[in-house]
């Protein structure tokens, strides 16, 4: 009798673990190998109107949908254009699905302003952040905010100039004990700040630079860097992209200035290029094993409701070994 009752028990348990208690199947997860991590992001447009950061609908979507994609339970998620409840919302929903903890390491407030702002004669945005597995990563100092900013001068003339604060951190995967430097970008969009297109490209180019020089000069040699996020700036002049094409000023300042890799060049991801506008970028200064985004993602799904997360889709990059 002892015995069934531990045997139905066990079934119990069993069934508990892969199938869940909603039913759905949660197959336990593998995590990403020592010495490589996988990095997600996403501009995920979850800040700057309060219904939509109220409505849990967008960050649902996003988490289920990025889990059915990724064969690693991420190390790292970047996000953009997120303020606090949005953020914990991925990190909640990150925790719930994959059973492992999530958490906001360097994130906004309520809003997209930080403190002080009233005080500064720019206009100064925080939505950047930083989301880690606890389970597999260790957040370090130093962390915090850089700005990218630009004179008001080169902006549309009357408007304030318009700041953009980029969340940084240093992590250390658990596994090896290997040292990263994190950054969440995300840029201006160019005609809405710039009376001049090239002004801005060429702004991109320079906050990509100093981007890389902070993060050399902030964080010891060997931890392996990492510039994520929206650059609000396609790769090539041309509309599509092309392997070989005349870049924009930004590209060659990442790549062969400061030796970044893009992580779907890096994995051989080229089915990607030129298939679909591609703005947003995971950059590091290591190889990738394996790089995607959510190309699957159509407009369909983007005018459904059930499966919108956001105009932007989202990407992952599986670091090598650095
Ligand atoms: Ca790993
Ligand atoms: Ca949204």
């Known amino acids: 009798m002892r015995t069934r009752v531990l045997v139905v028990f066990a079934l119990v348990l069993l069934s508990e673990l892969v199938f869940g208690s909603a039913g759905a199947q949660t197959v336990p997860w593998l995590e990403s190998p020592p010495g490589q991590i996988l990095v997600v992001d996403n501009n995920l447009q979850e800040a700057f109107s309060a219904d939509d950061v109220n409505d849990p609908a967008d960050v649902d979507n996003f988490v289920t949908r990025l889990l059915t994609r990724v064969d690693y339970v991420p190390d790292v ?129 320079q906050w990509s630079d100093e981007l890389a020089v902070f993060l050399e000069a902030t964080f010891p040699e060997d931890a392996t860097r990492l510039l994520v996020g929206d650059f609000n700036n396609r790769r090539c002049r041309t509309r599509d992209e092309t392997r070989e094409c005349e870049t ?56 459904d409701p059930a499966t919108f997360y956001s105009d932007h889709r989202f990407l992952w990059g599986l670091t090598t070994s650095p």
């Open 77 to 205: 998620v970047m996000l953009q254009e997120v303020v606090r409840a949005s953020a914990e919302g991925v990190a909640t929903r990150m925790s719930e699905q994959t059973g492992y903890p999530f958490s906001v390491v360097v994130g906004p407030d309520e809003t997209v302003y930080p403190p002080g702002h009233e005080d500064r004669e720019d206009q100064v945005v925080r939505e950047t952040a930083i989301l880690i597995n606890t389970a597999t990563m260790t957040a370090t100092g130093p962390q915090g905010f850089i700005d990218t900013s630009y004179s008001a001068e080169d902006g549309i003339p009357g408007q304030r100039a318009r700041t953009k604060q980029q969340a940084y951190s240093g992590l250390i995967e658990q596994q090896t004990g290997e040292a990263y430097a994190a950054m969440s970008i995300h840029y201006l969009p160019t005609q809405n700040w710039f009376d001049d297109n090239q002004v801005a490209w060429q702004y991109k180019a």
């Open 248 to 303: 924009m000023p930004f590209w060659p300042v990442v790549t062969s200035t400061h030796g970044y890799t893009d992580a779907l060049y890096s994995a051989g991801a080229e089915a990607e290029i030129g298939t679909l506008k591609r703005i947003d970028y995971i950059f590091g200064r290591t190889a990738f094993a394996a790089a995607a985004s959510d190309l699957a993602y159509t407009e369909e799904d983007k005018a």
